[in-house]
């Protein structure tokens, strides 16, 4: 069948139309592309080389971080060093105020011994001035009688020759009293010139004394003054160096100090540890010994026991030989009448007089007398420290101790190295509460003694410690371990 020419005709006319579109679509879509490529797309400019360190830069950059660790680790460590530095000036401080009480000490007993030599010397002359009067009595008297020529007055009397015996006789006596009393005199005048000679001495002794409680106190005060300065600069020197820090971490103050308080904090921590581990060994120490003591005291009592009853064992077979030996012999035996026997009563032992108690043997009286001086000392925790103060608002070591045991009837002198002196020896591990704890320069030197402080058992202890820190309760190794100990 053939188709239509008019209908053949349309559709390759519609078909060329629908091509002709397309073809003008894809060329107006290539002219756009290209020209948003020709306004969109600049024109690339030649690349940059890299930058590449040397290796002298690189080595350069690591020494600086390296210098820059190693400021940080000084500065670190000059920080740790700040508070070991205050520790030091406070042991010189409590070292130079130690010094100048024994000073003080020294010129008080000073000032004691030339007063007593003064008097000794006032009475010696007052006693040779009145032998001095005697014999000028003695002399006057001589005078008086008429001296050569009143021994011849006895021949021209009425009694003659038997008045002149007697005056000779008197005559003698009187002389021989006038010599004793030479002898006498010239004794004493030995005595009182000695006595003179001491006294002067006494003197010029108060003199250095008072001359050498005068440097000390110099002393002290400088450092005391040293001290109060180091605090100050240390100080701003710990802000510097934390600034520093931040800048060189990158940190804020803020953030440098919280760790460098951290870092303190934790190193104090560790000290107060040991301490206390070192406290823990005292305390089994002295549970140890006086574990000890009780059973060596047991002992003891056992074994007088046991000889008491020997003895008594052996006087009553001693009596009974006796009674054997005193029977009369070749009588008849009577038969033994019975009789009752009163019980016989065990032997009581001697009654022993109970020991007095002496100081520092820790008896009854010690252990009253150390919680007196325990509750004195406490009663002044946060009061000031201050050299050479004895209360009753501020305190010294000595100062401290010698008020506490002054409560309980004990006279210490404000100089710890006296009252080391003064007090009995004991061991550590014979500490008691209320025992004396002694600190020392060279620790087998007791002349050295700087610091003291009382005991109030379980490795803790009472003190006033230095400048700048008031009465406090201590671990007996917060610090140094002590050297010497002592029971009042």
């Not at 005709?9 to 107006?28: E, F, H, N, Q, Y």
């Not at 015996?165 to 005595?191: H, K, N, P, W």
């Not at 010029?204 to 040293?226: H, L, W, Y």
């Not at 009663?379 to 045991?405: H, K």
Request: hydrophobic residues 40%.
């Amino acid at each position: 069948m053939r188709t239509p020419s008019g209908a053949t005709s349309g559709r390759r006319d519609a078909g060329t139309g629908k091509t002709g579109r397309a073809l003008l679509c894809g060329v107006l879509a290539v002219c756009m592309t290209g020209t948003m490529a020709l306004t969109t797309v600049p024109a690339q400019a030649d690349p940059r080389p890299p930058v590449i360190p040397s290796r002298i830069q690189v080595d350069a950059a690591r020494q600086a971080a390296a210098a820059q660790a190693a400021e940080v680790a000084a500065i670190e460590q000059r920080l740790a060093g700040a508070n070991a530095r205050l520790e030091q000036l406070g042991r010189a401080s409590g070292i130079a105020a130690e010094k100048y009480n024994g000073a003080v000490h020294r010129l008080r007993q000073a000032q004691r011994d030339a007063a007593a030599a003064a008097d000794r010397a006032t009475k010696a002359a007052q006693k040779l001035a009145e032998q001095r009067r005697q014999i000028g009595r003695f002399a006057a008297a001589s005078y008086q009688g008429g001296g050569d020529v009143a021994k011849l007055a006895p021949l021209l009397s009425a009694d003659g020759p038997q008045q002149l015996l007697d005056s000779a006789g008197a005559s003698r006596s009187v002389s021989q009293a006038m010599q004793g009393s030479y002898l006498r005199f010239t004794a004493t005048q030995v005595v009182s010139n000695a006595f003179k000679v001491q006294a002067d001495q006494a003197v010029a002794k108060v003199k250095a004394a008072a001359d050498e409680a005068a440097k000390a106190k110099a002393a002290a005060r400088s450092a005391e003054a040293d001290q109060a300065a180091a605090v100050a600069a240390i100080g701003g020197e710990r802000r510097q160096q934390i600034a520093r820090l931040a800048t060189l971490r990158r940190t804020s103050y803020q953030v440098a100090d919280q760790r460098q308080r951290g870092l303190e904090e934790l190193a104090r921590q560790r000290a107060a540890a040991l301490a206390a581990q070192k406290a823990e060994q005292l305390r089994r120490r002295i549970a140890a010994h006086e574990a000890a003591e009780r059973a060596r005291i047991a002992a003891e009592q056992a074994r007088l026991a046991r000889a008491q009853r020997a003895e008594q064992e052996r006087r009553k077979q001693q009596e009974q030989a006796e009674q054997k030996a005193a029977k009369p012999p070749n009588r008849p035996a009577r038969p033994p009448v019975k009789r009752a026997e009163p019980p016989v009563k065990p032997a009581k032992p001697p009654k022993k007089k109970p020991k007095a108690d002496r100081p520092g043997n820790g008896g009854t009286t010690h252990r009253k007398g150390a919680s007196a001086a325990i509750a004195f000392a406490l009663s002044q925790l946060g009061e000031p420290y201050v050299w050479g103060a004895q209360g009753p608002s501020s305190w010294d070591c000595s100062g401290l101790t010698m008020a506490a045991w002054e409560t309980a009837g004990v006279r210490l002198p404000h100089y710890s190295v006296a009252q080391y002196e003064q007090v009995r020896h004991i061991s550590e591990e014979e500490l008691r509460p209320g025992d004396l704890i002694f600190w020392s320069e060279q620790a087998d030197d007791p002349g050295t003694i700087f610091h003291v402080a009382l005991y109030l058992g379980g490795g803790r202890m009472v003190h006033a410690p230095r400048s700048g820190r008031p009465v406090t309760v201590d671990s007996v190794y917060y610090w140094e371990d002590p050297d010497f100990f002592g029971r009042p």
